[in-house]
């Protein structure tokens, strides 16, 4: 079974510029995550959508951070404009259903702000 | 307000010793709980979870402890073995939408 695929792995930009990161989940898992994880923490929730419609977004800086699942497939999250806090790595997560069972890491991409 | 956090952030143990990482939560509501490992570049690997109607699960060369008590997680790692480097998380699941809620993670270091 293929995994959770992330791309690109790394990304430098100048604040201010915009960015986007995608997400391709394991076929068949209806449940995606977007997570941030700032050097030296814990993996913080940003967005979880089951298919394509949005079920939580409550930590997502709306201001400047979207993020669609068009078809209930693949996913990008954009962020537009880039604050040197934006810093973290970026992780994509899938699971069957909206449970904690059967989570899927992407290996993420490392954003750094500038 | 509600978190989970780890204790020690380095542990440092001998090639062959039993490790154990230590995890305090704070929602009395969680029920349950996943141990994950994550390697230099790659995101959390599963290793063990826990549901809250129970004190103990075992896998493979590792075993969860859970203490609703004094709301406590212990992952415990038999035989260390220098490919259990990593950085360790405890993940709470919080809310109906099963959201997970990471502790900051701590750092398994073996020595040979």
């Known amino acids: 079974e293929a995994g959770v695929a992330q791309s690109p792995r790394y990304k430098i930009i100048e604040k201010r510029q915009s960015v986007a990161f995608w997400c391709n989940p394991i076929?068949?898992?209806?449940?995606l995550y977007w997570y941030q994880q700032i050097l030296g923490q814990g993996p913080k929730l940003l967005i979880q959508f089951q298919n394509n419609g949005v079920v939580d977004d409550s930590q997502l800086p709306k201001d400047r951070f979207s993020a669609e699942r068009l078809k209930g497939v693949d996913s990008t999250l954009k962020i537009q404009p880039a604050k040197l806090e934006d810093s973290a790595v970026y992780l994509c997560?899938?699971?069957?259903?909206?449970?904690?069972?059967?989570?899927?890491f992407g290996s993420g991409t490392r954003l750094t702000v500038v | 307000g509600e978190s989970v956090g780890l204790h020690l952030p380095t542990l440092s143990v001998q090639e062959g010793d039993n490790s154990i990482i230590n995890c305090a939560y704070s929602?009395?509501?969680?029920?349950?709980f996943i141990w994950y490992k994550q390697e230099s570049g790659k995101g959390p690997q599963f290793i063990i979870d826990?549901?809250?109607?129970?004190d103990k699960r075992q896998g493979q060369r590792v075993t969860v402890l859970l203490n609703k008590t004094v709301k406590h997680l212990s992952l415990q790692i038999a035989a260390t073995q220098p490919g259990d480097s990593a950085v360790y998380f405890c993940a709470e699941n919080t809310g109906a939408n099963s959201k997970l809620t990471f502790g900051k993670g701590i750092t398994l270091s073996v020595r040979p």
């Open positions: 826990i549901r809250s109607n129970m």
């Open positions: 997560a899938s699971s069957y259903q909206p449970l904690p069972d059967g989570y899927t």
């Open positions: 076929s068949g898992h209806a449940t």
């Open positions: 929602n009395s509501a969680s029920d349950y």
